[in-house]
């Protein structure tokens, strides 16, 4: 077993000790003060887990000169505003982990009335704190090849939930669910996603797809500017949105990021809004 695929199981076990030990000083009686019981303990396990993320961290990081970036096709069409782009910094997400690397968030960012779609809320504060996924234009926005290509892995069986765009709601995603989600393991924190083999040791893979959305399987065989899924709100995200990322191999677990280019596009800095044109139909 390689380090980068025995570490994250470290960080389960933690979890998992962890979660014993809140259980068991409520439901035993251990002896000697709750301290020594329990937050002792939790406190080692705390440090086991700083450990192993900071060595998945440094076991998933590139080595030795980046790649050159990969020029693919814009995985979308219409305005697009970019968040957490790999243009301001790498690792893009804060980690290298998964292959996010040189990962990028987009979401639709339509003008206000533009083909009647409406615009996408405000970050608020207190309220809502949750809102339904109809309210961002980004849900159900077709996704596209970036490149002729193999599907090589294809999920999309997760529910998608409500948008967490307030402060209370992104507390919670951070502080519970997003840990969550990462003892679960990367298809959770991913959510829907489908990954494809552009050749050349180089894979695309799209994250948060709108659960039913996916046009194509394992197996199949796109060509650049196919449909073949729809952006959602499943998995680890706060709103509707594309995660798009390029990487050396399938395995999330084992994967390092590659860098990308989007041809007419270039990778748009955070906050940086563009437009992507009608691509052509496949042949």
């Known amino acids: 077993m390689s380090i980068r695929k025995a570490v994250p199981l470290a960080m389960e076990l933690s979890w998992l000790v962890l979660f014993a030990l809140v259980i068991s000083e409520f439901f035993t009686d251990l002896p000697g003060p709750g301290w020594a ?33 990969v020029e693919v096709a814009p995985p979308v069409t219409g305005r697009w505003t970019a968040l957490n782009s790999p243009a301001d910094k790498a690792p ?50 077709p996704l596209l090849a970036v490149a002729d290509a193999v599907v090589v892995g294809a999920s999309d069986g997760q529910r998608d939930h ?35 083999d552009l050749g050349g040791g180089t894979y695309a893979m799209y994250a948060h797809l709108r659960r039913g959305s996916l046009r194509v399987r ?26 798009f990322q390029l990487m050396d191999g399938p395995d999330l677990d084992d994967a390092r990021g590659v860098p990308f280019t989007w041809r007419g596009v270039g990778v748009p800095a955070n906050g940086e809004t563009f437009t992507v044109g009608e691509q052509p139909a496949p042949v």
């Open 162 to 196: 409500l948008g967490r765009n307030s402060l209370p709601a992104l507390a919670y995603l951070m502080l519970v669910e997003g840990n969550v989600r990462s003892v679960l393991g990367a298809h959770r924190v991913v959510g829907n996603h489908v990954v494809l």
């Open 92 to 141: 893009s997400h804060g980690t290298h982990v998964y292959g996010q690397t040189y990962a990028i968030d987009i979401v639709a960012d339509p003008e206000t009335g533009e083909g009647g779609a409406p615009a996408r809320p405000a970050f608020r504060r207190l309220w809502p704190v949750f809102r339904r996924n109809r309210a961002f234009p980004a849900f159900g926005a």
């Open 37 to 69: 019981t329990t937050f002792l303990p939790a406190a080692v396990v705390f440090v086991l887990m700083a450990a192993t993320t900071t060595l998945q961290a440094r076991a998933s990081a590139p080595r030795g000169e980046p790649r050159p970036p």
């Open 218 to 243: 394992a197996g199949d065989t796109v060509r650049s500017g196919q449909e073949i899924a729809a952006v959602g709100n499943s998995g680890n995200t706060t709103e509707p949105h594309l995660h």
